[in-house]
């Protein structure tokens, strides 16, 4: 199989990249500048790539013939904004210069589905329901603006090299110990989110399991020289994470959904990936009504 570089190795939805691609066999170079990288990757390797320098002589070291770039400062508001956008946008862009650079063959780029806009303190309403790529984006903070921008670095350095590059953008990702019950990146248990509509409301209720966001990832990075380049996908979870159907609840916890969600009937979520499940075969297999199995219904 091939060399991956893995960017973000440590994180919450890292990890389990990293254990998906070494168990199919690839060679695993794990980069963060955290500790955490689990053991199955092949190398554990510290660097600061919002160097440019760094980024180049990471790439130019191992050599690797993907990239998956997820390292960022990921949870909103958890540092000065300006910060957040200096970060997360030369964190891209850099990973995608050095990998164009040195001929890595496929780069996939974290992005996330905040950029449209949901949660915006001034409102915010779907333009139409379930949500997909077509979708229009609104980003109204530094972290969501710096993945608009990560998708259009993306884009252009897919464009303009031989490089193929895709973006994915995970829902809220619940790695395998936040069903046991340690704290989400929100820092509410998922329990919590179940339990106080007003926490997942915001995010209309979006979520994915770790595992499965990390089997799109290596689907996608395989599939890269066979989709057009450049796309963006969705990856959730085949439900909202919510009690009650999204029909009778987006319109109480989001105002202005009222003529849309109609039709998010049962336990249908409110964003679609019907374009992952179209061009690369891929479906979530994971569902809290099944993670947490004392869960009564």
């Not at 500048?33 to 990757?41: F, K, S, V, Y």
């Not at 050599?63 to 770039?69: A, C, D, K, M």
């Not at 980003?139 to 608009?148: I, Q």
């Not at 919590?192 to 966001?213: H, K, M, Q, T, W």
């Amino acid at each position: 199989m091939s060399r991956v570089l893995v960017t973000g190795s440590a994180g919450r939805l890292g990890r389990s990249v990293v254990t998906t691609l070494a168990a199919a066999g690839h060679e695993v170079i794990g980069v963060d500048r955290a500790p955490g990288t689990p053991a199955e990757a092949a190398v554990a390797f510290p660097a600061d790539l919002t160097d440019t320098g760094e980024a180049f002589e990471v790439m130019a070291r191992f050599r690797p013939e993907s990239v998956i770039h997820l390292a960022a400062i990921a949870t909103p508001f958890s540092a000065p904004e300006s910060v957040i956008f200096k970060v997360n946008t030369r964190l891209a862009f850099n990973v995608c210069e050095a990998s164009v650079a040195l001929g890595v063959a496929g780069v996939v780029v974290a992005s996330s589905p905040t950029v449209i806009g949901y949660g915006a303190p001034g409102g915010w309403a779907p333009s139409y329901l379930p949500i997909d790529e077509e979708h229009p984006v609104r980003p109204w903070n530094a972290y969501n603006l710096s993945k608009v921008v990560a998708e259009q670095t993306m884009k252009a350095f897919a464009a303009a090299g031989s490089t193929r590059m895709a973006a994915v953008r995970p829902c809220f990702v619940i790695p395998p110990e936040e069903w046991a019950g340690a704290p989400t990146q929100s820092g509410h248990t998922v329990r919590e989110r179940l339990d106080r509509p007003e926490l997942g409301g915001v995010s209309l209720f979006n979520y994915i399991d770790a595992r499965d966001a990390a089997e799109l990832i290596a689907v996608l990075a395989e599939a890269l020289p066979d989709v057009p380049n450049g796309e963006v996908f969705f990856a959730g979870a085949a439900d909202a994470l919510a009690r009650k159907p999204l029909a009778d609840l987006l319109p109480q916890v989001v105002p202005g959904t009222e003529p849309f969600a109609a039709g998010l009937t049962g336990t249908l979520p409110a964003f679609s990936t019907a374009k992952a499940t179209r061009l690369l075969g891929w479906r979530p297999r994971h569902s809290w009504r099944s993670e947490l199995k004392d869960e009564s219904e």
